[in-house]
């Protein structure tokens, strides 16, 4: 499996992702299942952005993907799973910040 390094330019996933970090991609197939809270690294409007999976869409146009800024909360506008560069190997959403996302989404 091929490891890709990246340097983190912008702070949509702060506070577990500065500014400035290396993060390193492992590249996936299309068999890999992706899971809720994989950050992984795509392409979208001819830039990369690094955000993690909210939902996925497996039966419609081959995977349709559905991902999150960390900082910010807000859902980027879905893409296909084919726009994936890969999954970020050296960072992982904690539990408890999962927690405290999954609350934050049940009360709003």
């Known amino acids: ?3 890709i390094k990246y340097k983190i330019v912008s702070d949509s996933m702060t506070p ?3 500014i400035g970090a290396e993060i390193f991609l492992e590249k996936i197939g299309e068999d890999r299942e992706l899971k809720r809270f994989d950050i992984v690294v795509f392409e979208q409007n001819k830039q990369l952005t690094c955000h993690y ?3 996925q869409n497996k039966n419609f146009d ?3 993907t559905f991902t999150r800024s960390l900082k910010y909360n807000v859902e980027d ?3 296909n799973r ?3 560069l890969g999954i970020v190997t ?3 959403i904690g539990f408890f910040t999962k927690i405290k996302i999954l609350l ?3 009360l709003a």
């Open 1 to 3: 499996m091929a490891i």
């Open 16 to 18: 577990l992702i500065p």
């Open 53 to 55: 999976v909210w939902h």
């Open 62 to 64: 081959k995977g349709t």
């Open 77 to 79: 506008d879905p893409f």
């Open 82 to 84: 084919d726009k994936i």
């Open 90 to 92: 050296n960072y992982k």
């Open 104 to 106: 934050r989404e049940k």
